[in-house]
């Protein structure tokens, strides 16, 4: 069975993301979860051994077991060893930073490719910020804010991170005409996200997740369920891999 996918808004590894992260860490159903931190988005700004490390204590302040997976480049992402570097984690989260970086990786990788056979074999797979954003379909690119293909682990889907404080008539409005018609846009706001799980969306931590599609929206708070659809009119909007 597919594992499940976590989206989150942005500030990981802090203090306000403990109550989602720890409701992520439960989803292993194992009382020693375990976290493969990869800091590949934060490599572009010259920090990947502080995303990492950051990344590494905060989980393991939660109770996990955690270890980073340095993956800086393309170059890193396509060695063949790190099928073996998966094994016997139940989580892998993928940190934020510049989502222009991480996408390049990842995009056809193998290690992209081990990940998705990872989740099918019941992985919790999750990113924060650019680690989200590449996860949908259609990703908004800072350079230039124009909408690209993403890595499609979401089909149906583009994210806005770091949505706290927009106003949803304004975002809905920049939308029209920049993605294909029936896209949902997923802003998500900082230290809070979306688990997508058992057909629909569930929103965790303390704040919102506002839902973009066809020119409407809808926001939705902790706890709350909410449902896409993909392209196809699949309820659910389900997930490639």
């Excluded at 409005?173 to 979306?194: K, R």
Aim: net charge negative; with cysteine; charged share 20%.
């Amino acid at each position: 069975m597919s594992g499940s996918i976590a989206l989150a808004g942005g500030d990981e590894f802090r203090s306000g993301c403990r109550g989602m992260d720890t409701a992520l860490l439960e989803l292993s159903g194992s009382d020693s979860p375990s976290v493969l931190v990869i800091p590949t988005a934060a490599a572009a700004e010259g920090r990947p051994d502080l995303a990492a490390a950051n990344g590494v204590s905060y989980f393991k302040s939660l109770g996990a077991r955690a270890l980073p997976l340095m993956v800086v480049n393309a170059e890193d992402a396509n060695v063949p060893e790190l099928a073996v570097a998966l094994e016997g984690f139940s989580h892998v989260y993928f940190s934020g930073g510049s989502p222009d970086h991480l996408l390049g990786v990842l995009k056809g990788s193998l290690l992209l490719e081990r990940i998705l056979e990872w989740r099918r074999e019941g992985g919790v797979l999750a990113g924060s910020s650019a680690g989200a954003m590449v996860m949908g379909e259609y990703m908004r690119s800072p350079k230039g804010g124009q909408w690209v293909e993403g890595l499609g682990v979401c089909p149906g889907v583009g994210v806005l991170p770091h949505h706290e404080g927009r106003d949803p008539g304004e975002v809905s409005a920049s939308l029209e005409g920049a993605l294909p018609e029936g896209v949902n846009v997923l802003g998500i706001d900082a230290q809070s996200g979306c688990l997508f799980s058992d057909g629909g969306w569930e929103v965790l931590g303390e704040g919102n997740v506002t839902l973009y599609r066809e020119g409407r929206w809808s926001r939705y708070g902790p706890g709350e369920r909410f449902f896409t659809e993909s392209p196809n009119g699949a309820a659910g909007g389900l997930l490639k891999g």
